[in-house]
């Protein structure tokens, strides 16, 4: 089992930045592959960036390529997105997963993912 609480959203500006964080309890933290996600109201729950459980590999929505980065750190059981050049569509509730099962590849399905944490809402005004 792993709890996951996430902090950092707020409003801000179009062309600003935020950095999200995501703390997790247990001592496997570094055994799950981590991942964020985002829900717009009336749309669907979005895959946004996630990271692989070793070796760090990282995988990014299009959407968020080249404006967002994902990070973790091991020691802390915390993992991050800086968000940067933020737009107004970038608005939504944001949510941290967590993936035990050890995958090769980054997952991107909302299924792939065990946990999840309650949320962090993130507007963006223009």
């Known amino acids: 089992q792993v709890q996951l609480v996430e902090s950092g959203g707020g409003l801000v500006q179009a062309g600003g930045s935020l950095r999200l964080s995501c703390a997790a309890s247990?001592?496997?933290?570094?055994?799950?592959?981590m991942g964020w996600f985002r829900q717009a109201p009336e749309k669907e729950r979005e895959f946004v960036a996630g990271?692989?459980?070793?070796?760090?590999?990282?995988y990014y929505a299009a959407s968020v390529k080249g404006r967002f980065t994902i990070s973790r750190d091991n020691a802390k059981n915390t993992v991050y997105l800086q968000m940067n050049s933020l737009k107004p569509e970038d608005t939504a509730v944001y949510y941290c997963?967590?993936?035990?099962?050890?995958?090769?590849?980054?997952?991107?399905?909302?299924?792939?993912?065990?946990?999840w944490g309650q949320g962090t809402q993130v507007t963006v005004s223009s």
């Open positions: 247990g001592r496997t933290f570094r055994n799950y592959g």
């Open positions: 997963a967590a993936d035990s099962s050890r995958r090769m590849v980054v997952g991107e399905a909302r299924y792939e993912y065990d946990y």
């Open positions: 990271i692989r459980w070793s070796g760090g590999s990282t």
